[in-house]
């Protein structure tokens, strides 16, 4: 064992630290603009429409093929939702255009607490 004498000198040097200083900034004004939203117009974002789901045990999923059929739990008359980034904002039913699938929105919902529009 090393006695209090013994200088370690693999330790790192003290580091020293200090109060940052930041000069002071002032407000300037900016473009004047109609709408917050304006500048994200053209922005684009994908929506997802959940059709449905289904629980199955990894057994019934290792014997899944071409040609099964996965058996949803929602019925076919049930309103599908449709989220951005994972938060649910409308449900809608779908509906076939020009042999497409689409969707067509029913009801949107409410932002945190409001009431559902029709």
Partial sequence: MPDAATIDTDAPPDVVAKQAEFSQLEPQP????TSSLDSLRDVPITITAKLG???LPISEILKLGPG???ELEELISQPIELTV?????AT?????????FAVRIK?????RGGKPEA
């Fill in 30 to 33: 900016g473009p004047v603009r």
């Fill in 53 to 55: 789901h289904t629980v």
């Fill in 68 to 70: 099964s059929v996965i």
């Fill in 85 to 89: 980034r994972g938060v649910a904002f």
């Fill in 92 to 100: 809608a039913e779908v509906v076939v255009v020009d042999d497409h």
């Fill in 107 to 111: 009801t949107l919902l409410p932002p």
